[in-house]
């Protein structure tokens, strides 16, 4: 594979609803990160896989959202009882842990879902 | 806590001009990278510099870091319109497992 894949691109949902997005990884890449992106902002730190041990969660993930990344594969990131607040961009990025020269950690991002609350 | 602001947030320029996005951060770390977003889409990676005086070169695009100032600069040469997008900053902080961002500086060139 050439890159991380995100799905879906693009979900509206309404207030209330539960929304899943699925993150496919790098094969190579062992790290998963999960960050999430409001309009004019730089992306925000969600959580934090290496390999299937969720090993990090921001204060920003509320119990109203939840991550998997069962097998150290692909990952899920749901979020129940959605707000308008929880409208933005989830990106998905994902890096090895060897150093790798001029690009460090290698991290890659996808393309993202937009979450759309209304 | 890290912390990372650019400036300046917002930039209009004719094509042909020079100009610099600065990002400054507020604890020490010597791993940046500068990331392009397109508008509605991904990150797009640009540079990584990972020691003190590092400098990078893609094109019209050049990227230094000073880490004793914690400062890195994004320096645009003879802008043309294809270089319009958002530009971000984003620092490793000393757990590695997290980028912290800058906001963006939102790049507009003009023909």
């Known amino acids: 594979d050439t890159g991380v894949s995100q799905n879906p691109r693009h979900k509206i949902t309404k207030r209330g609803q539960n929304v899943t997005f699925r993150c496919d990884p790098i094969s190579e890449h062992n790290r998963l990160y999960w960050y999430r992106q409001t309009l004019g902002q730089g992306p925000e730190f969600l959580t934090y896989f290496q390999n299937e041990a969720q090993l990090e969660k921001s204060r920003l993930l509320s119990d109203r959202f939840s991550a998997e990344r069962p097998k150290g594969s692909f990952s899920t990131l749901e979020i129940q009882r959605t707000e308008q607040g929880d409208s933005a961009m989830y990106l998905c990025?994902?890096?090895?842990?060897?150093?790798?020269?001029?690009?460090?950690?290698?991290?890659?991002f996808g393309s993202g879902t937009r979450l759309t609350v209304v | 806590e890290l912390k990372v602001e650019q400036n300046p947030l917002f930039l209009s320029m004719q094509e042909g001009k020079n100009y610099t996005i600065y990002c400054n951060y507020s604890?020490?770390?010597?791993?940046l990278y500068w990331y392009r977003q397109d508008p509605g889409k991904s990150l797009e990676s640009l540079f990584v510099l990972l020691s003190n005086g590092a400098v990078k070169q893609e094109g019209r695009l050049m990227a230094s870091l000073d880490t004793k100032a914690r400062l890195s600069t994004l320096h645009i040469t003879a802008a043309v319109h294809d270089l319009s997008a958002t530009y971000f900053c984003?620092?490793?902080?000393?757990?590695?497992?997290?980028?912290?961002w800058g906001a963006g500086t939102k790049l507009i060139i003009k023909p």
């Open positions: 604890t020490t770390s010597d791993r």
């Open positions: 984003a620092v490793e902080g000393d757990s590695n497992y997290q980028l912290i």
């Open positions: 990025a994902t890096s090895g842990t060897l150093w790798t020269g001029d690009l460090g950690y290698g991290y890659t």
